[in-house]
């Protein structure tokens, strides 16, 4: 038995205990019978797996502070694995809406599918197995592993890279190569086997939230408030002046990749439709189910066009109107440029410049097949299938991609926050056009007065 080890592990537990919130819905004990049906590799009290898988995926790239009101939502649509197996991916994508980073909640789906097929629907209590599920990792399959049933294997993310190489004081690290990952996971093992570690799970949860809210990952790190003190060996070499600092010195700052700059054009195709509702026009809008692989995948979107991350690669008629807006060749089909968006991924730096094309109709909507604007040439009317069959010709994307949704259907749908913040633009937009007309009004109005 280590003692040094030992007393880290208790420090560790210890502090977690007093500064862990418990009202976390994820943070729930059942018993096993409850969760598994069995009390085989279990404790007597014990975290839902399902829950813990749920929150360690939706903690990904998110704020704690989201992800509760995200957790309870997606739990209280797919209780179990059970019944996440069974759901579509629309509404898998529509739960998760909001969040980003999509691909996760499919890979939940997936993962719920193969603990089915595979597991009888129970996930399993090792690390090992829990690595054979689609999309969990070694660190998810340690987390849930080690905080369910108590197994003795480290969980390591960021938060625990940078807690342990200060420990050790290990300089010249880059915390993002895998050889610093690969050579971290041997020393916080070695730390929770040669305790020997009697709460795993707390231990690992401790580290992971020293290292958030202690040992920061910006700034100055908290020493004064850190349980590990006494037992850090950086905070030891910056007392005795081998080094100005902790931060940016243990470990290395990483460098951050430069982001590719992409500048999109995007046309929102609205159709307005009669007075339908107390002078309310009915809306609808175009959208465009993106391809499952790659940035979005499988997401809606207005129809777009990616160019390059210089203006000078936009044909200059591309400015202006989209080319199947002069292939249609509508009379009257108002195109007005609303602005641009700035949308930042973790690769992409996306500046989104955003056109409307509105669409009016002389009848109300439910209506006929003639529906929509003249063309100047026929005199004949134009509707949504024919203006969504010109996208799919331009655009070259698959007529089954391609749909017209209200409002309200496009916000209850998997709409991304880009999708969403490009159509705030829009209403923003005639908010201030309906203003402007206003003070017009009122305006004319003093002017008739004086006279």
Not at 323 to 342: I, P, Q, T
Request: proline share 5%.
């Amino acid at each position: 038995m280590n003692e040094l080890y030992r007393a880290v592990q208790k420090a560790t537990i210890e502090w977690f205990h007093i500064n862990e919130k418990r009202d976390l819905p994820w943070r729930q004990s059942f018993s096993p019978t409850d969760v598994l049906g069995t009390t085989i590799g279990a404790n007597d009290c014990m975290r839902n797996p399902y829950h813990v898988w749920v929150c360690e995926v939706m903690s990904q790239q998110t704020q704690m502070g989201t992800v509760i009101s995200y957790f309870q939502r997606w739990v209280s649509i797919f209780p179990t694995v059970a019944v996440l197996a069974e759901a579509s991916e629309e509404s898998v994508k529509t739960a998760w809406s909001g969040l980003g980073y999509y691909r996760r909640a499919l890979y939940l789906k997936k993962g719920a599918e193969y603990v089915m097929k595979h597991f009888n629907g129970r996930l399993p209590v090792t690390a090992v197995e829990l690595q054979q599920i689609p999309g969990i990792g070694p660190y998810t399959a340690a987390a849930i592993s080690s905080i369910c049933f108590g197994e003795k294997v480290a969980s390591v993310d960021g938060n625990v890279v940078r807690v342990i190489t200060r420990l050790r004081c290990e300089r010249e690290v880059d915390p993002k190569a895998a050889k610093t990952m690969k050579a971290v996971k041997q020393w916080a093992q070695e730390l929770m086997d040669e305790g020997p570690c009697e709460n795993p799970g707390a231990f690992n949860e401790g580290l992971m939230k020293i290292g958030s809210s202690v040992c920061k990952p910006s700034g100055r790190p908290l020493c004064e408030e850190c349980p590990l003190q006494r037992f850090c060996k950086s905070y030891a070499a910056k007392a005795r002046g081998e080094i100005e600092a902790i931060e940016g010195v243990i470990p290395l700052r990483s460098i951050a990749a430069k982001k590719k700059r992409e500048i999109v054009i995007s046309v929102i195709h609205e159709f307005r439709y009669g007075c339908v509702n107390e002078g309310m026009m009915e809306r609808r809008f175009v959208v465009i189910q993106r391809p499952e692989g790659g940035l979005l995948g499988g997401m809606l979107e207005f129809p777009s066009t990616t160019y390059g991350s210089s203006y000078d690669t936009i044909p200059i008629e591309e400015k202006a109107v989209l080319n199947s807006l002069k292939k249609l060749d509508a009379e009257n089909g108002a195109v007005r440029y609303l602005g641009s968006v700035r949308h930042i991924f973790s690769h992409i730096d996306m500046e989104v410049l955003i056109y409307c094309a509105l669409w009016k109709s002389p009848k109300p909507y439910p209506g006929t097949d003639d529906v929509g604007i003249k063309l100047k040439e026929t005199d004949s009317y134009i509707n949504e299938e024919a203006v969504c069959a010109s996208l799919v010709k331009g655009l070259a994307v698959s007529p089954s991609r391609i749909f017209v949704k209200t409002e309200e259907e496009i916000r209850n749908s998997s709409a991304t926050r880009l999708l969403l913040k490009i159509l705030q633009k829009l209403l923003l937009a005639e908010k201030s056009k309906r203003e402007l007309e206003s003070m017009s009004i009122l305006k004319n109005l003093r002017k008739t007065g004086d006279k």
